[in-house]
């Protein structure tokens, strides 16, 4: 479960991890009462202004401005809050900014140079273990750091029945080129970053940029937090900062069924039991010339109610040109399935793309008759390739 910047800070704030602090406002008038406020608790005298929105690269996209005075706050805020945000991480459409961040200015002069890092918390599947993923080169896309001096990101690895010890964030400090003030800021910085990773159920941070204040203080200015999705029944507080606004409409419901849906770009929908399976039948459809519309896994339990459930979600995508239903009965048997298919199929009365169903497993042959003597615009494949091979002919 992804956060707004918000969320993710105060989060981290409630684990002693510094942050650029900063109040929510809805509208151009909150904007002012909340920079009065900032002022009043941090003598701040600028203000940034920050699209809350579920995606990163807002400052390139505009969605992050600097006011040097109330005037500024109120009319930045008001163009900012009700735009629809375009960053390199949105799509085409953009995302509605329903609340902006504004925050105080923490890139004030002072006795030395502000300098930005960048610096992620996150497991490494291949180890089985957590990492702190950290570079000099903070407020750019990391991405680029990658691909063009991809040196200048550093690791470390954490021993999940030690924790962080002193010495790894020391190093990290080091290898960021920091010393006195600055460097013992880093360490506790890193020992409190880790610390709320792990007791938060995170299953992501990226700050980006980590800053260094020009007086030597070392802060979150940004906030990119994932929950775990499986931690959040012992999360209950974090669960409820979830913005459905932020989700894609088709997957929230889809989820609410209990159906396992990602909404994809292609015109091919698909209806698999099973992930390892669901991923194949993708794979089978982009062999076959098209691309999938969706990854959805209607888990074992395939009856009419079921497979019309998960119809229903299917055909909410306009793209969505040919269903093919892909179902191993293993548990379940292929006569039930075919069963529930039809009967959704004539249930529904009103679906007009082409289906191609292949069942396999206990009672497949059964299964093949009862939909081949449906009568309905259904059709049935035994193997794998041939289930391709319909899928072909119908798309073109
Ligand atoms: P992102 O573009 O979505 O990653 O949003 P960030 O929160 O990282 O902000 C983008 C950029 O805005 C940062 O990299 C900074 O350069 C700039 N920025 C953020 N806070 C301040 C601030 O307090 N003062 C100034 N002058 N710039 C800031
Ligand atoms: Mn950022």
Not at 131 to 157: C, K, N, Q, R, W
Not at 220 to 226: F, L
Not at 239 to 265: F, Q, T
Request: include cysteine; charge should be negative; proline fraction near 2%.
């Amino acid at each position: 479960m992804n956060l707004h910047e918000y969320q993710g800070k105060e989060i981290l704030a409630s684990f002693g991890v510094r942050i650029q602090r900063g109040v929510v406002a809805h509208n151009a008038k909150e904007a002012v009462d909340a920079a009065k406020q900032l002022t009043a608790e941090t003598g701040t005298g600028w203000h940034v202004i920050k699209a809350q929105v579920h995606a990163g690269g807002r400052g390139k996209g505009g969605g992050v401005k600097l006011a040097k005075n109330l005037k500024e706050v109120e009319e930045i805020a008001g163009n900012i809050i009700g735009m629809n945000l375009i960053t390199p991480q949105t799509s085409a459409e953009g995302k509605k900014v329903h609340q902006v961040l504004v925050a105080e200015d923490v890139y004030y002069p002072g006795d030395s140079e502000t300098s930005e890092f960048y610096m992620s918390v996150l497991l490494n599947r291949g180890t089985g273990r957590n990492m702190i993923m950290y570079s000099t080169e903070g407020g750019m896309d990391i991405e680029e750091v990658a691909e063009s001096t991809p040196h200048l990101i550093f690791t470390e690895e954490i021993d999940p029945a030690a924790g962080l010890l002193p010495f790894q964030a020391r190093k990290i400090a080091f290898n960021l080129g920091l010393s006195g003030t600055a460097f013992k800021e880093m360490t506790k910085f890193v020992a409190s970053l880790y610390k709320a990773y792990v007791e938060s159920d995170s299953s992501m941070f990226e700050i980006n940029p980590v800053l260094k204040t020009s007086d030597d203080k070392i802060m979150a200015v940004d906030a990119k937090v994932s929950i775990d999705d499986n931690a959040l029944y012992r999360r209950k507080q974090y669960a409820e900062m979830r913005d459905l606004r932020e989700e894609n409409a088709i997957e929230v419901e889809a989820g609410a069924l209990g159906l396992n849906y990602v909404d994809l770009d292609g015109n091919v929908g698909c209806m698999v039991n099973g992930a390892g399976l669901a991923m194949a039948t993708m794979d089978l459809i982009k062999m076959a010339g098209g691309e999938p519309a969706n990854f959805l896994d209607v888990g074992g339990t395939a009856d009419a109610k079921r497979v019309e459930e998960a119809f229903r979600i299917i055909l909410k995508d306009p793209e969505v040109k040919a269903i093919l239903i892909n179902i191993f009965g293993g548990i379940v048997r292929c006569d039930r399935v075919a069963q529930g298919i039809v009967d959704a199929y004539t249930n529904m009365g009103n679906i007009k793309v082409p289906i191609i169903v292949r069942l396999q497993g206990t009672n497949a042959e059964l299964a093949k008759e009862i939909i081949d003597n449906s009568g309905l615009d259904v059709q049935s494949a035994v193997q794998f390739q041939e289930a391709a091979d319909k899928v072909k002919a119908v798309l073109s």
